[in-house]
């Protein structure tokens, strides 16, 4: 066995000589050859992508894409059954209390005397004080670090509500007499 190693060149660039089994491809691929949000094409054994970092999915076999395609059908059947839905209502006839109209975007724009990026500035900051005193409620405190991690997000919506009222404040239109 020693004399038949000694006699061969060294080829490093052809691949070794496999069985017949074994060479053969599985004419179904497993895994996904490009990247379904950035379309780069995923490394040789890759399970991420290298350009986005996106999750290589596995192949999609021909029933699933049949069964996808019946899905597909249903929701487009079942979004335009709730189309016709909604057309056929008769808006114009609908009849809504006094008060709804103080609540129309203009209507809130005009008594506050703000410009429309002001205003959207301002409700963007009041969510952000309402997602900062939901916090506590939602969140179970259970030790320390659960206490510490609730107050982190409290500060973290307060300082986005900061930004927002500031935002909204250099936004605002000066005052014309």
């Not at 206490?147 to 000066?174: C, D, M």
Request: net charge positive.
């Amino acid at each position: 066995m020693a004399e038949v190693a000694q006699g061969t060149q060294e080829e490093f660039w052809r691949p070794p000589t496999l069985s017949e089994e074994v060479a053969v491809r599985d004419p179904h691929p497993t895994m996904a050859e490009a990247c379904p949000r950035c379309g780069t094409e995923f490394l040789l054994g890759s399970k991420f992508c290298h350009s986005c970092g996106g999750r290589r999915p596995a192949a999609i076999s021909s029933s699933a894409r049949a069964d996808a395609a019946a899905l597909a059908g249903l929701w487009e059947r079942a979004i335009d059954r709730i189309q016709a839905g909604i057309a056929g209502v008769p808006w114009n006839k609908a009849k809504f209390p006094s008060w709804m109209r103080h609540l129309h975007f203009h209507e809130i724009k005009s008594r506050l005397g703000l410009s429309t990026a002001s205003l959207i500035a301002f409700v963007i900051g009041l969510s952000c004080v309402a997602g900062a005193l939901l916090v506590g409620p939602l969140y179970s405190v259970k030790t320390w670090i659960d206490f510490q991690a609730v107050q982190y997000y409290r500060a973290e919506w307060l300082l986005a509500a900061t930004a927002s009222f500031v935002a909204g404040i250099l936004l605002k239109r000066p005052f014309q007499d």
